[in-house]
């Protein structure tokens, strides 16, 4: 058989998946990829002064953390790498039915989180195109959501995102 011209093996999307909002600070939890494996842990760092959450690789090394902003509380969280701020996170717009997240990137392109935050169904976007898809669809287990990433994106800085958004989007005392 001929080899159609044009058409190459394009790089799959990587899947995650993530807990609910179960957690506070001082929590931990394992970010698993889609084969069942220990990808990434949030941990929740009680002991600073600024309630802070950490993303770390499987063998312990802080990849981002993200700190509430002392002035703004709930709507606007920082994403630090090796001590420099990366990225903000601000609640942007919310509605009825659909929210909005403004993801501000220090030395690239901004991104925007928008749909229904809450139930886990939206969409991460750069310029208008899609970056990465959060959606609850995917599993059938309880209190679990997945983030699909399109290739030769960031992940980390990706689902340190979708950490600040779900941390933003519930109330936790």
Excluded at 63 to 74: F, G, I, P, T
Excluded at 80 to 103: H, S, W
Excluded at 113 to 139: L, M, Q, T
Aim: hydrophobic fraction near 35%.
């Amino acid at each position: 058989m001929p080899l159609l011209r044009g058409r190459r093996e394009e790089a799959k999307p990587t899947r995650y998946r993530m807990q609910e909002k179960l957690f506070a600070i001082g929590d931990d939890f394992w970010i698993e990829n889609d084969r069942g494996e220990r990808a990434f842990k949030v941990n929740g760092k009680a002991l600073r002064v600024r309630d802070t959450l950490a993303l770390e690789s499987p063998d312990g090394d802080e990849l981002y953390s993200m700190q509430e902003k002392k002035l703004r509380v709930k709507d606007t969280m920082d994403i630090e790498r090796d001590g420099r701020q990366v990225a903000t996170v601000k609640k942007a717009l919310v509605t009825p039915l659909r929210d909005r997240f403004a993801i501000s990137v220090d030395g690239g392109d901004d991104m925007e989180a928008k749909g229904n935050i809450v139930d886990h169904e939206y969409k991460i976007e750069r310029g208008g195109e899609e970056v990465a898809v959060v959606s609850r669809r995917w599993f059938r287990v309880r209190d679990t959501y997945g983030i699909e990433i399109k290739p030769g994106e960031d992940d980390g800085l990706l689902l340190a995102t979708a950490v600040c958004i779900d941390q933003m989007s519930h109330d936790v005392d």
